[in-house]
């Protein structure tokens, strides 16, 4: 199973922006993705990118999220912007499997599930106002 580890994370103020980093030992033609979750809630997936970096976001975080990949760094990584207080969470990165089960859709809504994929290490954000 390929490492995940993700790192980042910090506390910021209402309106501020983080830039999360992934290492990954994933290989490149996987589709990659980025989600959160809180303490007894359920995880949200938020981005998604594919090997051809092709990316897809959650129709709510659609600009004001950025994720990107350098594969030859090893690396995923997500640029957060306007951050708001609900948004604190542990973010993980991971590996959607179902990208080849499901019709080859590398889509951020996968990781809803956690049987969508593998992943590590989280990191934590923190947004107070």
């Known amino acids: 199973q390929e490492r995940l580890v993700a790192s980042g994370g910090n506390s910021v103020k209402s309106g501020g922006s983080l830039r999360l980093s992934c290492e990954t030992s994933a290989h490149t033609r996987y589709c990659l993705g980025w989600f959160r979750q809180t303490p007894g809630n359920a995880r949200e997936g938020i981005a998604s990118i594919d090997a051809d970096c092709k990316t897809t976001y959650r129709s709510a975080l659609k600009g004001r999220f950025t994720v990107s990949r350098d594969d030859a760094e090893n690396a995923l990584y997500l640029e957060m912007n306007a951050l708001k207080t609900e948004e604190t969470a542990m973010y993980h990165c991971?590996?959607?499997?179902?990208?080849?089960?499901?019709?080859?859709?590398?889509?951020?809504?996968?990781?809803?599930?956690?049987?969508?994929?593998?992943w590590g290490q989280g990191t934590q954000v923190t947004v107070s106002s």
């Open positions: 991971a590996v959607i499997m179902t990208y080849f089960t499901a019709g080859y859709k590398c889509q951020p809504e996968d990781l809803d599930n956690a049987s969508s994929g593998y």
